[in-house]
């Protein structure tokens, strides 16, 4: 017992570690996730432009789960901003819809989901009827409406529709991202044991007394792990395909070439946390402290836009934040290259820096 107690007191930054994970779970289950997500991006088609829909939007827009990012959207920029994984509802009111109102009938209103999120966005489309109901009720209070319906009950009918996942299975959103977690844990925890398994086997000098550059060896360590990481991706698909009934709409060449800059990334990630950690114990810890934030703040598990600005910031300087908005979009959405690009140029951006800090830090950590 008291060696373990001298161990554990030379060991510092593993202590250190073990002591922040607890802090970190708490900060994001505490503050970032949120159950019942709050301002969610909003599009409005409002074909009527009158004073009932005015009012319904803004009582919408007030109650908080809604926020009402374009008022004056048009069908064909909805639908891209929300194939683009910027919107999660597109309200559509009707032509007509006050005058069908004032005649007696009881008009429709569109609200429109994006399926491919697995948050608990519905539960905000839970609170739009009520909503709606209460701006009829202040609208027939002002005597806007023929006389003869005064007293009836009147109110709109709500149709929801899921666009990318009608079916609401939540295995269509759950396994296109887990190609992203299982990348993520397997290429940064083995890459983040690179360097520190060479120190700790005594082959770290061999290594030092070949005319390899750093470049050289980092090439010749990822390399491998770069195969692997397709065999996954390979595997994943495959499976969903062919045991899940998973629906594929989009290309699959697109959904290969774009995760080449989220394996460099995660591979690069691990790199680094080898050349950071004295011990493998450290480098699995370090992985373990990315790996958590990566399927909380990313927008796998919870919805993305729901969570405050600062958890938002925070996520979109992972890798996996973007690869989700990829692999969904191609995976339901059918999205192209053109729709796509702007999350895999994030990509190709991070594991540019990644690959850059990584070679600097890999050679001061030889010299």
């Excluded at 045991?243 to 699959?252: A, D, Q, T």
């Excluded at 402290?289 to 703040?297: A, H, K, R, T, W």
């Amino acid at each position: 017992m008291h060696k373990e107690f001298t161990l554990i007191r030379r060991d510092r930054g593993t202590v250190a570690m073990l002591l922040i994970l607890p802090v970190m779970m708490l900060v994001l289950f505490g503050f970032a996730i949120q159950l019942d997500p709050k301002l969610l991006p909003t599009a409005v088609i409002d074909h009527d432009q009158s004073p009932l829909t005015r009012s319904i939007i803004t009582n919408i827009e007030a109650s908080g789960y809604f926020k009402v990012v374009d008022s004056n959207a048009t069908e064909a920029k909805a639908e891209t901003e929300m194939s683009e994984g910027a919107l999660t509802f597109i309200l559509t009111f009707p032509g007509g819809f006050t005058r069908d109102f004032v005649r007696g009938e009881n008009p429709q209103i569109l609200i429109e989901v994006d399926g491919s999120d697995p948050g608990n966005s519905m539960n905000a489309v839970s609170h739009l009827q009520p909503i709606i109901d209460q701006s009829i009720i202040e609208f027939t209070s002002k005597g806007l409406t023929t006389p003869y319906l005064q007293g009836k009950k009147r109110e709109a009918t709500l149709i929801v529709h899921r666009n990318y996942n009608e079916t609401n299975k939540s295995v269509f959103n759950i396994v296109p991202g887990l190609i992203g977690v299982l990348l993520t844990l397997t290429l940064v925890m083995i890459t983040s044991t690179a360097i520190t398994s060479e120190r700790e086997a005594g082959t770290m000098e061999l290594l030092l007394t070949t005319p390899l550059k750093p470049a050289e060896i980092i090439l010749g360590k990822v390399i491998p792990y770069v195969l692997v990481g397709y065999v996954q991706l390979t595997i994943i698909v495959a499976f969903g395909l062919l045991v899940i009934g998973l629906p594929f709409e989009g290309s699959m060449l697109l959904l290969y070439l774009a995760s080449a800059p989220f394996i460099v990334a995660n591979l690069m990630i691990g790199m680094l946390f080898s050349t950071f950690a004295r011990t493998a114990m450290q480098a699995v810890i370090m992985s373990i402290f990315f790996q958590l934030p990566s399927m909380f703040i990313t927008g796998y598990v919870f919805t993305f836009y729901g969570m405050p600005g600062w958890a938002r910031n925070a996520g979109s300087l992972l890798p996996m934040t973007y690869y989700m908005r990829i692999v969904r979009g191609i995976f339901l959405k059918g999205s192209d290259t053109l729709t796509l690009m702007p999350s895999i140029l994030m990509l190709c951006a991070i594991a540019t820096v990644l690959v850059v800090v990584t070679s600097m830090k890999f050679r001061k950590t030889l010299d």
